[in-house]
């Protein structure tokens, strides 16, 4: 702090006069402790002493040689600490014109010759008083615009009775005006108000004025350069001491910055940073103000749940930031057409119906349709989604094409709340794409149990091998040349405690969903060979035992190391076993499949194609991998004796067969006239109903038994 802060310290005098012993005189009436008097002979040496000393209080003569004592005030005030000095300037008596001078030449005050001495240095301890007051307070002005500025705050002071307003500097700046400009006038203020919101503002305001009560509001202003801020404004009244309303006080803070923040977090938290679309925080959100709405005003709402076809494939080929352009590409597609009104009606006013699009994450998005007239639009937006979703997707130089799978529920007929209208979607959804993909489905309590059922059948699956539920049952296979039993094929049955005898078309595609087909293949596996062994042991000759494997048990443990221990464990001869592979299995795992079989051929097992024709049928894998035999699928064999177009692809499969070596197994072979063909045609073997369906062990040993000839 400086000499002007605190009492204890001594004020510093500066005598300005020509005459000598005026400043003697003036010296010796000040003559005080706690002053320090310094002195100057003109103007000019009044501004070096100014400079120097930096007197609280300059005395200064008018008429001087050199610098007159106005121009010398007036210099003054422009120096450093000139406007907190207390400067008075002595005139002539009388001197009017010196007066009016000294005011303009910005004086604090002026004392007229004669001087009155004893009087003088009272004058001058008043002065210092007023001029530390007067500084004390530019002071803590100059404090709170600091500090208002630091805050961005500006306030307000309307004076009720005389209907005036000042206005902080701040709050100039806040309304983008200038100050020195613009008249302290609410109506200036009110024109910087965002067109929106300046009638509820000066409502409230005006109300607010009238009942003499405090407010508090958050707008926006519109400033000259198109840019927008928002302020907080809060006022209250100020009242004298009898209680009458003087005065409003108000401040006005800029919160732009905040605003900003909080608009970031919120889209954090409520949008999906890919897509820029609503998530699922914000979607359950819309969906339970929607429910809330509609059960309100008995309206309908329709949920359409969708997911992407095999969109995973698309990330693992393409790499994950084609994956991410394409749900961008996907998402913008269906907001423009959403937008566009094309699709259904924009969410408008509260008849009309109205849309939402979300994405849940991943490759799921889903639509909110709001005050549905009729239940089939949904449908019709579901189809007009797949519609859009079918042309074809532009990601960097490649063409993607992609297909999605839509499950819908309604409400109130599929569910009362947000969980369960959910859920069914999900399950409807899940349907279509069972059902094919590139569908879409509504829910209904039919599908409902079937879902349930499978997850039953799901959960029991688990316990079935402990609990000893599986077997086997073996369907022959005939050797059309011989007409005798040449093997058999394995085939896995369930006997469920309450379900009875489980087909594997229900419980192998959920077994190798949930990885318990790794288990079940390698029981299946050990359970073939004992049997095998076991008939071999009971003196029959030896019989080709096929097994099914799935494409998990190739993914998941070594094979080649699984069958060699088997073999080991129930001394079954490899030449005995033949594995069955599907094409699917073989085409996709190319890369480990070609190791894979090489080691099983080493091993001495019989590998086979299943059901060969119904997947990729590529002549480059039955070239290149070491394989033994086609098994012709079902689906050929079927109409073999009455299309002629079946017929000849049968034929083709044989020659193309034999010309690589390998032997073939016609499957589902049920009449006799099937079989006269094939034999025409120089199948090797044939499987089928018409010779038997798959029987117990004990059976098939009847069949050994009889050593009976087929055909
Ligand atoms: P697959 O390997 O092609 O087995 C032949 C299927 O055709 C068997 O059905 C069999 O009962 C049926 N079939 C045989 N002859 C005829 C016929 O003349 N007419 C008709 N309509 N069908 C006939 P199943 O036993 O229901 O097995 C279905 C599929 O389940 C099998 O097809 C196989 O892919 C799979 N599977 C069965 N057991 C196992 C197993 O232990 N492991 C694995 N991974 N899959 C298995
Ligand atoms: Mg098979
Ligand atoms: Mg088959």
Redesign the pocket.
């Known amino acids: 702090m400086t000499k002007h802060g605190s009492a204890g310290e001594r004020a510093v005098v500066l005598i300005v006069d020509d005459d000598m012993a005026q400043r003697l005189l003036m010296r010796e009436s000040l003559h005080d402790s706690s002053l320090v008097v310094q002195e100057a002979a003109n103007g000019a040496e009044a501004l070096d002493a100014f400079a120097r000393f930096s007197p609280d209080l300059v005395l200064m003569d008018v008429k001087m040689p050199k610098m007159d004592g106005f121009t010398a005030c007036a210099k003054m005030r422009g120096l450093a600490g000139g406007q907190d000095a207390v400067i008075v300037l002595v005139t002539g008596l009388e001197d009017f014109a010196s007066i009016g001078r000294a005011f303009d030449a910005g004086a604090t005050d002026f004392i007229t010759k004669p001087v009155n001495w004893p009087l003088l240095s009272h004058r001058v301890r008043y002065l210092l008083r007023a001029g530390r007051a007067f500084r004390n307070l530019r002071q803590s002005e100059k404090r709170l615009s600091i500090a208002q500025n630091i805050a961005s705050l500006g306030n307000w002071d309307w004076d009720i009775d005389k209907n005036s307003l000042y206005c902080s500097p701040q709050m100039y700046r806040i309304f983008g005006l200038p100050a020195d400009k613009s008249p302290a006038a609410y109506e200036v203020f009110l024109q910087r108000v965002h067109p929106d919101e300046r009638d509820s503002v000066k409502d409230l305001v005006g109300k607010a004025l009238e009942a003499r009560k405090p407010y508090s509001i958050d707008y926006r202003i519109t400033l000259p350069d198109g840019a927008c801020r928002n302020v907080h404004e809060q006022a209250d009244v100020v009242h004298d001491g009898k209680g009458n309303p003087v005065s409003m006080q108000g401040t006005v803070q800029d919160i732009t910055e905040r605003i900003n923040t909080e608009e970031k977090i919120r889209f954090l938290a409520y949008y999906d940073r890919l897509t820029g679309l609503p998530n699922r925080q914000l979607f359950l959100e819309h969906f339970n103000q929607a429910l809330f709405a509609a059960q309100r005003d008995g309206s309908k709402i329709a949920l359409l749940y969708l997911d992407l076809d095999r969109f995973k494939r698309i990330n693992d080929t393409l790499g994950h930031s084609a994956g991410d352009k394409l749900l961008k590409a996907i998402a913008g597609c269906l907001g423009d057409s959403i937008r566009s009104s094309d699709i259904v009606a924009k969410a408008g006013p509260a008849d009309k119906p109205g849309v939402t699009l979300s994405r849940l994450g991943g490759d799921e998005f889903t639509i909110l349709l709001t005050r549905l007239a009729e239940e089939e639009h949904a449908g019709r937006v579901a189809q007009r989604i797949l519609d859009l979703l079918s042309q074809p997707n532009r990601i960097g130089d490649q063409e993607v094409y992609i297909s999605g799978s839509i499950g819908i529920t309604l409400y109130p007929s599929d569910g009362e709340d947000v969980d369960m209208l959910l859920r069914n979607a999900d399950v409807a959804m899940y349907h279509a794409k069972e059902s094919g993909r590139n569908s879409f489905q509504f829910f209904s309590a039919q599908l409902n149990q079937r879902t349930m059922e499978k997850l039953s059948i799901e959960t029991d699956l688990k316990k079935a091998l402990e609990r000893n539920e599986l077997l086997?049952?073996y369907?022959p296979q005939i050797d059309l040349q011989a007409g005798r039993l040449a093997g058999v094929?394995?085939?896995?049955?369930w006997q469920h405690p309450r379900l009875g005898m489980v087909?594997?078309?229900m419980f192998?595609p959920i077994?190798?969903e949930t990885g318990l087909?790794v288990d079940?293949?390698q029981w299946?596996l050990v359970e073939?060979c004992r049997q095998a062994v076991q008939w071999r042991q009971a003196g029959f000759a030896p019989l080709r035992m096929?097994?099914?494997?799935?494409s998990l048990?190739f993914k998941q443990q070594s094979l080649a190391a699984l069958v060699r221990k088997v073999l080991q464990i129930t001394g079954l001869a490899p030449g005995c076993l033949e594995l069955?592979l599907?094409e699917s299995v073989i085409m996709e795992n190319v890369s480990l499949v070609n190791d894979t079989l090489i080691q099983l051929k080493e091993l001495g097992v019989n590998l086979s194609v299943?059901?060969f024709g119904t997947g990729y049928s590529s002549m480059s894998y039955l070239k290149r991998f070491p394989l033994d035999t086609l098994?012709i699928?079902?689906s050929f064999?079927m109409d073999i004796t009455t299309d002629a177009n079946d017929a000849a692809i049968i034929k083709a499969i044989i020659a193309l067969a034999k010309s690589l070596g390998l032997k073939t197994i016609a499957?589902?072979?049920?009449t006799a006239e099937q079989l006269a063909f094939l034999q025409e045609q120089g199948c090797d073997e044939i499987?089928?109903?018409?010779i038997s369906?798959?029987l117990p062990g004990l059976e098939v040993e009847r069949y050994l038994l009889a050593g009976k000839k087929f055909c």
Request: glycine fraction near 10%.
């Open positions: 086997l049952y369907q094929e394995a085939l896995v049955r087909p594997p078309s192998i077994a190798e087909i079940i293949g299946v073939a096929g097994v099914n494997i799935s048990q069955e599907t299943d059901d098994k699928d079902r064999v499957e589902g072979v049920e499987q089928g109903f018409f369906r798959p």
